[in-house]
């Protein structure tokens, strides 16, 4: 077991089983399927291909906001720092940060994908030559313990891509604390948050012409099919994305084009001509809107970095 691996036991055990929330979720009235089931190989393969589509801004924006302001969000961080990135998959943002901070005494990448840690340490370590990178495999979605010796240190957190978007607002919370309680004492959080904006922008983030999204989302089917035994047909259901303004977020669908039986671990499952199977929803805050959030975590906004267009913010959280 790697060190890392190690580190993470007690975090693994928590994590949450595939099958269980397969099945479960495809037999509920209103189907669905939890997102964070995207990110097999295949699906985090996708994922990246999603961030280079002209239509998905989310990624090219931050990457402006953080490269134009890195200096401001980092005053103050000082040679004692550990900055903490939650869910930092390949680091690639983190980047634009480390090539700012003259000292630092550890960066902490937490995920849950060993390789992907291990590559983004060896990509780090040949940039940032001394860099301390201590890795942490781990389910962000539960309070973590750091490493005891980084604990007491002050800690700077990081969340960049608006993944907190994929959380439902009371989540969002949930999670917020606990990444406060991570950080505590002397927490500070910069976290990517994308913005509420013209409609048709948002549904072309999530339904590219090159149809890269469609197959990010049919691959959860294509997973299920490896994993668990499944018989989908891919050809049989398609992708679709719509904004929903009451709730302010993206959902994301697949949908059945007939009426089919679908085996899983030995279960079958009746789809109707157009049932849905909801896969992901992506909320849309205004600047305000997230404060109040932020606020219910405990934690005090300070500045919001965000572009021309107003596209995208990125905050600064503190805990006070
Ligand atoms: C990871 N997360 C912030 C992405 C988003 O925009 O909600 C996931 C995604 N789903 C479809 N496209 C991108």
Redesign the pocket.
């Known amino acids: 077991m790697s060190k890392a691996t190690e580190r993470a036991a007690p975090f693994l055990r928590q994590a949450d089983d595939f099958a269980v929330s397969v099945l479960e979720g495809l037999s509920r009235p209103k189907k669905s399927l939890p997102?964070r089931f995207?990110y097999d190989a295949q699906g985090s393969a996708l994922?990246e291909d999603?961030?280079r589509q002209p239509e998905?801004y989310?990624t090219r924006v931050e990457v402006g906001i953080l490269t134009a302001n890195a200096m401001q969000m980092l005053e103050g961080a000082l040679g004692e720092t550990v900055l903490v990135e939650f869910g930092s998959g390949s680091s690639i943002k983190t980047e634009i940060l480390l090539g700012h901070m003259r000292r630092l005494h550890a960066y902490v990448p937490i995920d849950i994908s060993e390789s992907a840690l291990i590559d983004a340490r060896e990509r780090l370590a040949a940039r940032f030559s001394g860099l301390n990178i201590e890795l942490l495999l781990a389910d962000f979605s539960h309070p973590i313990e750091l490493p005891p010796e980084l604990a007491p240190r002050p800690k700077l957190g990081f969340f960049p891509?608006?993944?907190i978007?994929?959380f439902v607002p009371a989540e969002a919370t949930r999670l917020l604390r606990a990444m406060r309680e991570t950080l505590s004492p002397r927490g500070k959080l910069i976290i990517g948050v994308?913005l509420k904006k013209d409609v048709r922008q948002l549904v072309a983030?999530?339904d590219d012409a090159n149809g890269v999204?469609a197959a990010?989302?049919l691959n959860l089917l294509a997973r299920i099919n490896h994993e668990l035994d499944g018989t989908f047909d891919l050809q049989a259901f398609r992708h679709a994305?719509t904004y929903e303004p009451f709730e302010g977020r993206?959902e994301?669908y697949l949908v059945s084009v007939k009426d089919q039986d679908v085996w899983v671990a030995g279960r079958k499952f009746h789809f109707r001509a157009a049932e849905t199977i909801h896969t992901?929803s992506?909320y849309k805050y205004t600047i305000e809107e997230f404060h109040l959030i932020a606020q219910a975590a405990g934690w005090t906004p300070l500045r919001v970095w965000k572009d021309e267009l107003n596209l995208f913010s990125v905050h600064e959280l503190v805990a006070p």
Request: glycine letters at 8%; hydrophobic letters at 40%; a negative charge.
């Open positions: 997102c995207f994922f999603i961030t998905y989310p891509g608006s993944t978007g994929n994308d983030a999530y999204t990010f989302n994305a993206i994301m992901e992506a």
